[in-house]
């Protein structure tokens, strides 16, 4: 088999390391539909078209266009763009709650678990909401940076809800 060949075999599974570092993701099956996909074989990218979904364990991924760039192993993946009106991105968190996240263009750095999000961005987790021009979210170190555009008056918003005190049948916390 010519090595052309073994890599247009692998675009679809260039998606594996999709699963990141997460223990839980790995051998979840991974389900791509797009409206097109084509696979840039010399540079190790993956491209996908029109109404992409992407669902991976506890994360998913929507958008109009998604860039799928190869790391240095064969079969994994290093940085993923996606990008949309807007493009959104969510992770069920191991304590049960929704991270989603969405912008014009969503960049998630698959080892680092960082995501940087360009373009009327929005994050939320457990009611807690995020919105500015641009954001970056390190999830590993859950650390969260919003800046707005310089050029306007718009500025970061942060919409932070009571958290509520869970009390057991006779009523202490």
Known sequence: MTNKLKKLLLIPSLLIAFSGVAAEQTGAQISISSDRQVGKLKDGVGIFEGNVE?????????????????GDTEGTVELIIATGAPAYFEEKQTDGTV????????RYDVAKRFLTLNGEAEVTQA?????????????????????????STDRVHTI?????NKKDNKGQP
């Not at 991270?99 to 969503?106: G, N, R, T």
């Not at 932070?160 to 509520?164: A, F, N, R, T, Y």
């Open 54 to 70: 992407i669902v991976h364990g506890n994360r998913r991924i929507t958008a109009e266009r998604l860039e799928a760039h190869g």
């Open 99 to 106: 991270m989603s996240a969405s912008a014009e263009e969503v």
């Open 127 to 151: 009611g807690q909401k995020v919105t500015a021009k641009s954001i970056t979210y390190d999830m590993a170190q859950q650390l969260i940076s919003a800046e707005k555009d310089e050029n």
């Open 160 to 164: 932070l809800v009571p958290v509520e």
